[in-house]
């Protein structure tokens, strides 16, 4: 065994089927969609089949609109933004409300807003590592609030959040919801004609199609205010020309995501269990979040005594790709684990390890991930120990 990808939430393996599927479009149907001639129309049915797809996907409703854009960030971005310039700067709604647990693609977003001195409330998570329906209901003021972002699936934890109530919450008091669909798409079903939300984020790399490519759910009734100006493309909310073979690949691998979703809850989350009890069993690890309320491919553990970094470079020398979130982690950049887990009470600082399946795992790489896992606890522990007496 060579490597092992234990970093799903990260990227994901382009499914080989979406990536034949993209080919054509670099090199034989190459034509700008909005083009007049054979070349741009022929590329049409494609992105019609793909729209659908992504309607299917999520169970849109053919009046609520799909943006294709480049990316969740993109996506996150655009909602904001739109409602900072729509209801805030205008004065009619005054009020912002995120959670503490959001990716940087959020809380970055609403930090930079609070610095114009828009209001902003963070809603904590409580112990189980979520946020409360309770204090979503308590810090929403009708007449103030613009919008409420909150994640759908931690990206590090893998814990999910009620939505389904937080849309209830919200339509009751005719506020906006957005949620980031990122790390619930191809894990969890989303059905939206179930879920009472507003705006909808994802991005492809997330669930085996190409990076660089997003969508946007709003539905009918909601509006957008663009964060790219230009062309008409996307019915005037995201100028640009469309990426159509990201777009194509996108809709087909959300469609095979959605066909994957029962393969993702039982043999991805008995391969993740698996692991989790191997982990368990090690001396003072601690899981953090009830496994039924987490994404069936995620395990956010506490090792005691082990720093974070270290245990990150050990693995990695061994083969396998898991994620940390301490502070000066390379991978903080796409997440930040300590951050979260420190929100939910955990004494995490430097020991957060995120291990991140897929439908693309097998029994033979959870049995060697295992196996580097228990040797570098040991190794790491000794190492420490050692260095401890030293100083005695
Ligand atoms: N939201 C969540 C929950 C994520 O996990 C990520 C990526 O890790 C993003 C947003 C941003 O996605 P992208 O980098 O594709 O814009």
Not at 27 to 50: D, V
């Amino acid at each position: 065994m060579e490597r092992v990808y234990l970093d799903n939430n990260a990227t994901t393996i382009v499914d080989p089927l979406v990536k034949d599927a993209m080919d054509p479009f670099f090199t034989k149907m190459y034509g700008n969609p909005n083009s007049l001639h054979s070349f741009g129309h022929e590329i049409r049915p494609y992105m019609g089949i793909a729209l659908d797809r992504l309607y299917a996907g999520i169970n849109a409703d053919d009046e609520d609109n799909i943006i294709v854009n480049s990316c969740a960030s993109e996506g996150n971005n655009t909602v904001i933004k739109s409602l900072y310039f729509d209801s805030v700067l205008n004065s009619k709604k005054t009020q912002m409300i995120t959670s503490a647990i959001e990716h940087p693609a959020v809380s970055e977003v609403y930090e930079f807003l609070e610095k114009l001195g828009v209001d902003v409330k963070w809603l904590p998570v409580n112990s189980e590592g979520i946020v409360d329906p309770d204090e979503l209901r308590k810090a929403i003021d009708p007449d103030k609030t613009a919008l409420v972002s909150i994640i759908w699936a931690n990206n590090e934890t893998g814990l999910i959040n009620p939505v389904k109530e937080y849309g209830k919450i919200c339509r009751e008091n005719g506020v906006k919801l957005h949620l980031d669909g990122v790390q619930a798409i191809g894990k969890i079903p989303v059905d939206m004609q179930d879920i009472q939300a507003d705006y909808l984020t994802f991005s492809a790399h997330k669930f085996h199609g190409p990076k660089g490519v997003g969508g946007l759910y709003i539905r009918k009734g909601s509006s957008i205010t663009p964060l790219i100006h230009g062309g008409e493309q996307m019915a005037g909310h995201r100028a640009g020309t469309v990426n159509t073979p990201y777009m194509i690949g996108m809709g087909l691998a959300l469609e095979l995501a959605v066909k994957n979703l029962e393969h993702e809850n039982t043999e991805v989350r008995r391969l993740r269990d698996k692991l989790e009890d191997t982990i368990l069993g090690i001396d003072e690890v601690e899981v953090i979040g009830n496994r039924e309320m987490r994404t069936p491919n995620t395990i956010l553990a506490s090792f005691r005594g082990i720093e974070g970094e270290a245990f990150l470079w050990d693995l990695n020398q061994n083969g396998v790709a898991a994620s940390t979130g301490s502070a000066c982690s390379s991978e903080s950049l796409e997440s930040n684990p300590t951050f979260t887990a420190m929100n939910i009470g955990a004494d995490l600082a430097h020991t957060g390890m995120r291990f991140s399946l897929s439908r693309y795992t097998t029994e033979d790489e959870i049995n060697y991930a295992v196996d580097v896992i228990k040797k570098s606890v040991t190794r790491l522990r000794a190492i420490s120990s050692t260095q401890n007496k030293e100083y005695i």
